[in-house]
Nanobody
Framework: QVQLVESGGGLVQAGGSLRLSCAAS??????TGWFRQAPGKEREFVGG????????IYADSVKGRFTISRDSAESTVYLQMNSLKPEDTAVYYC??????????????????WGQGTQVTVSS
């Protein structure tokens, strides 16, 4: 069973940057998605990358500010978050699709999820 380990969350001031990492066990590449959930709100899609890294998709709310990339050598996917806003505050989760290499904005397409990492943006 694939396991995901997320890291990089923390507290940052508005306008600042953070980089989240999602490392998959077994040194395999998968289509990966990032999602977030703020207190009292439903989980929402942030962005995703295909297994090859050739395709990335983003939610409109983060487009132009967040960038997803992958380090194929280490099976790690990164979420670079710039120009952070207080409304970006949430627990961020990465997830992978082990049966399909294409990315998706639908959470139910992902079958393995990480434990989540807290991102807090102060105003």
């Amino acid at each position: 069973q694939v396991q995901l380990v997320e890291s990089g969350g923390g507290l940052v001031q508005a306008g600042g940057s953070l980089r989240l990492s999602c490392a998959a066990s077994g040194r395999s590449r998968y289509a990966t998605g990032w999602f977030r959930q703020a207190p009292g709100k439903e989980r929402e899609f942030v962005g995703g990358i295909s297994w090859s890294g050739g395709t990335t998709i983003y939610a409109d709310s983060v487009k132009g500010r967040f960038t997803i990339s992958r380090d194929s050598a280490e099976s790690t996917v990164y979420l670079q978050m710039n120009s952070l806003k207080p409304e970006d505050t949430a627990v961020y989760y990465c997830a992978v699709r082990t049966t399909d290499g294409s990315t998706s904005y639908r959470g139910y397409h992902y079958n393995v999820w990480g434990q989540g990492t807290q991102v807090t943006v102060s105003s």
